[in-house]
């Protein structure tokens, strides 16, 4: 006996599936005769009466019901596999992973990272904590400390730099509150300034930056923001200058073996170039 093609199964399938020759041959293309012929050479091939043949049609023999079961679920995992095969051909990723003040940097300018022909996706993660590449977080991150280990490529960015602010319409005096990012969720060297330089004033705190810049901007009280940040916001003043000690160095990190790919490498440059066009604004200078 030889064994049964699949071709011939799907053939079989069609001509249950319709009740007959004359369906099957309309579905596929094939003629009757043609039909005919395969599922005598398929009876023969499995040893088996599959069809109750009359003028009425094709009816189903018990060992054909048998079949049709195991070809239904042969069809369900030849669609399936075709399915995984398609999504090879799906856009690729490219993920980006940054704190939340850059991240929303980044969100604000993704025109300027995929364009309308680029033929790849991004994903834009909040990664307040870090980033972490050991199990690959993310294609591309945007980091204040450059890694010290790890199977990646870096490249060092621009500066940025932190100030105080407030709403201008509070007064610069010392009894003005401090609002600061909640010790649990302090991560950063400016997430803990507050606390460790003016913690008996602190009269509000929260657990999420997002929600810190919204408290200074309603006159709450007064708090540390990067300067690309705080500068932005219209009603924002500084108090001071720079904080010489929060100024950090951004670097841009990949895997070194995800790097190597066209869509992760277009991503790095332009988001290299969009870094070193704001320059000045990460670095807080005014002038």
């Known amino acids: 006996m030889t064994d049964a093609g699949w071709d011939d199964l799907k053939l079989f399938l069609h001509v249950a599936s319709e009740g007959g ?7 596929t293309g094939l003629s009757a005769p043609t039909i005919g012929r395969r599922m005598l050479a398929l009876e023969r091939a499995t040893g088996r009466t599959l069809f109750v043949r009359s003028r009425q049609g094709y009816r189903l023999a018990p060992d054909g019901e048998t079949l049709l079961e195991h070809v239904r ?12 095969k398609s999504q090879a051909f799906a856009m690729p990723i490219v993920s980006i992973g940054a704190d939340a003040w850059l991240s929303g ?8 990272i995929r364009g309308k022909e680029d033929r790849f996706r991004l994903c834009c993660k909040s990664l307040h904590k870090g980033v972490d ?32 602010y407030r709403e201008d319409r509070l007064a610069e005096d010392e009894a003005v509150p401090w609002i600061s990012i909640g010790t649990e969720s302090s991560h950063s060297p400016a997430d803990k300034w507050v606390f460790q330089h003016h913690e008996a004033d602190i009269r509000t705190w929260t657990n999420s930056p997002e929600l810190l810049l919204r408290l200074i ?23 001071g200058g720079v904080i010489a000690e929060l100024t950090y160095t951004m ?15 277009q991503v790095i440059e332009r988001l290299d170039a969009l870094f070193k066009r704001e320059a000045k604004r990460f670095s807080g200078d005014q002038a």
């Open 251 to 265: 670097w841009i990190v990949a895997n070194d073996d995800d790097r190597h790919r066209p869509e992760v490498r």
């Open 217 to 239: 901007a309603s006159g709450n009280g007064r708090g540390v923001l990067p300067c690309f940040i705080g500068d932005s916001v219209p009603g924002l003043v500084r108090e």
């Open 21 to 27: 020759l004359s369906g099957a041959a309309a579905r």
């Open 73 to 84: 679920a042969m069809q369900k995992t030849a669609d399936s596999i075709a399915g995984w």
């Open 105 to 112: 940097f980044v969100s604000d300018h993704m025109s300027e």
């Open 133 to 164: 590449f050991t199990y690959r977080e993310t294609d591309v991150g945007i980091v204040g400390r450059r890694p010290e280990s790890g199977n990646v490529a870096t490249r060092r960015s621009v500066t940025v730099a932190h100030c105080i």
